[in-house]
């Protein structure tokens, strides 16, 4: 087993490097190194930052707006993301619902939906009730 980065790997790394010097935000990332909360607006600024490049998808399928990268690529990317101390992504829409539109939604909802979700245009949470407790 070869656990050496290819050249192609090698330069996706140095791509994303790039990227992050030249288009992370420096008051998102100053706030970061400090461990300073994070207001929504930029939260919102760095997903719409990293949607604009066409990298929030890391994990998406391509048929709904992922990028299509290997394991070696998706581990780089993110390796690289918490090296310089970003933001990590809100998972609710990216990791919770957008499978479930993607899966058993219909194409209206996909189309309404994954793009939305994709482009951080919406914001999704999860909410939890104790039915033993709530008034119904």
């Known amino acids: 087993m070869d ?21 992370y935000p420096k008051h998102i990332k100053e706030k970061m190194h400090n461990g300073d909360e994070l207001t929504r607006e930029e939260i919102v600024e ?23 990268w290997d ?3 998706v581990y780089l990317y993110l ?9 990590t992504f809100v998972p ?9 539109i993607w899966t058993f939604g219909s194409e209206e909802q996909k189309k309404r939906f994954l793009p939305r979700i994709l482009n ?8 939890y009730q104790n039915l033993d407790q709530a008034p119904i």
């Open 46 to 68: 760095w997903h719409k930052c990293v949607a604009k490049k066409g990298w929030m998808g890391h994990s998406w399928p391509v048929e709904h707006g992922g990028t299509g």
């Open 3 to 23: 656990l050496n980065f290819s050249k192609e790997d090698l330069a996706f790394r140095d791509e994303v490097r790039a990227f992050l010097d030249n288009e």
């Open 92 to 100: 609710f829409g990216l990791q919770m619902v957008a499978p479930v």
């Open 120 to 127: 951080f245009d919406d914001w999704w949470c999860q909410g």
């Open 79 to 87: 390796r690289e993301l918490a090296l310089e101390g970003c933001p």
């Open 71 to 73: 394991a070696t690529k």
